[in-house]
């Protein structure tokens, strides 16, 4: 804002706003530090402490791994739930939503959406600890 003095009102002002923000963005990449890989040939032996200051808030590789194998396993567990269970978990979880507004967006009464996530909850939780019995498979249709 501080040059729209500058600003010709012949010219598309998107254009002249998307141009700043791009030299912006190039000049804040430049003023980056490069990273020296002689550091980690002079003895560095551990690559996450010496990329830890160059790395923006993003996981590295194997932690996004990771996060990708937990929820497959997630997605594959979800699966061994009854629909009923599994949506509303889904809508809770996944979508941030209260209770009430799971019961309204199922048509049920709230203390329903309560009984089903904590059941849901307890049958996730013998699923993943293999603890699961013949006498515990009862699963709401």
């Given at each position: 804002m501080k040059n729209i003095k500058k600003f010709d009102p012949e010219k598309n002002f998107k254009t002249w706003l998307l141009t700043i923000a791009k030299n912006t963005a190039l000049d804040s990449i430049k003023k980056k530090k490069a990273i020296l890989f002689s550091k980690i040939e002079e003895g560095e032996?551990?690559?996450?402490?010496?990329?830890a200051p160059y790395v923006e808030h993003a996981d590295l590789p194997d932690a996004l791994l990771q996060k990708k194998q937990t929820k497959a396993d997630l997605d594959r567990v979800l699966q061994e739930l009854s629909p009923s269970y599994r949506s509303v978990l889904l809508l809770r979880y996944t979508e941030h939503l209260k209770f009430r507004e799971i019961a309204e967006t199922l048509q049920e009464p709230i203390d329903t959406i309560k009984s089903k996530h904590r059941r849901a909850l307890i049958q996730l939780r013998k699923i993943l600890t293999g603890?699961?019995?013949?006498?515990?498979?009862?699963?709401e249709r």
């Open positions: 032996t551990d690559l996450d402490a010496f990329l603890t699961q019995t013949s006498a515990d498979s009862y699963t």
